[in-house]
């Protein structure tokens, strides 16, 4: 079942259509709230600047709207212009990429190291087997998972320079980090236009920068997996980026099969986890850690953080237990069905 449910809820936000002054007589500079929503990468779009004039803010999230576009141009796995596609089609032959695919590619790849292949970009044929990429949903046959896990191994994809090869049968979805990376242009973009005060909701993913215009952190509240909102988080200068099983899946004689894959397996991640939520500086981390974390579960996510420790986590357990590590205790609090769920603080 696709849906949109996996959109985080941002709590006192302005929510106004447009662009508007916040009612002040003389508004404080950089205090024009411009909201804007769009369909791209699959989902719905939601970005708000505080800008210092409704022109400057429209401006900026038309320019906003064009990077967007932009990029899922360049990193789509369905569209055929796109370079990913072009790679994936290229019958082991090397492809020159663009500045950005090539960049999102190395940090993608890092990443899959990172995780032990945990997060796996050359994950797609497995993916397409169980219809994720078109919506005509299946159960694979073993035998079928088995022979297309052959051709899943990221260390196969070789990234020098610009040139990109993959072997026949080997093929990239960056699905798991391009909304991410989307996350951290954006913020750039509105940075370079003098902005200092913007969220955006990219499905999943929450970026803000700077804090609210009155300098107070901003809302963001983490969904819970059987509806409604688990728990809320402040923050500031940061991307909130969660993985569920909820967010897209489908049914089948009573099992529900979820659309991030544990390589090592071929089978849906079924980790003991119904979301996994990073808190990181950046984007792109943020998105490639919160599927690799729901692949990983929460034992090998806590070694993970434990050898790392750049990101924060907050982890929902199917079994109805939270856990977060230390750097979220004063920020994240549980509310709604899951107030007064084990909350579990994990420290260094
Ligand atoms: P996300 O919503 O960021 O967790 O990314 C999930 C998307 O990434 C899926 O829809 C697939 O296209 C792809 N994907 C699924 N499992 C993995 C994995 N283990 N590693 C990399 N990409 C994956
Ligand atoms: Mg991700």
Redesign the pocket.
Known sequence: MKSVR?LLFLLALLLLPGCGSPGADSPVRGEYPCRRELLAMDTIMTLTVYAQSEKDGQEILRQAAGCIQELEALLS?TEAGSEIYQANHSNGKPVSLSDEPRQLLAEALAL?ESTGG????T??PV?RAWG??TGEYRVPEAAELAGLLQKVDYTQAILEGDRLALPEGVEL?L???A??WTGDRLMALFRSAGVSSAIVEL???VQALGAKPDGSPWRVAVQAPEGGYAGALEVVDKAV?T?GGY??YFEQDGVAYC?????STGYP?ESGLSSATIVADRGVQG??L???L??MGRERAEAYWREHQDFDFILLGADGTAAITEGLEDSFSLYGKWEGCPLEVIRK
């Open positions: 996996l796995v899959c945990a997060l796996d970009v994950v797609y993916v994720f990429t979805d699905g798991a980090v909304k991410g499905g999943g993913n980026v993985s967010q897209r659309h991030i894959i544990d390589p991640a998105d490639g919160s599927t690799a729901f692949v």
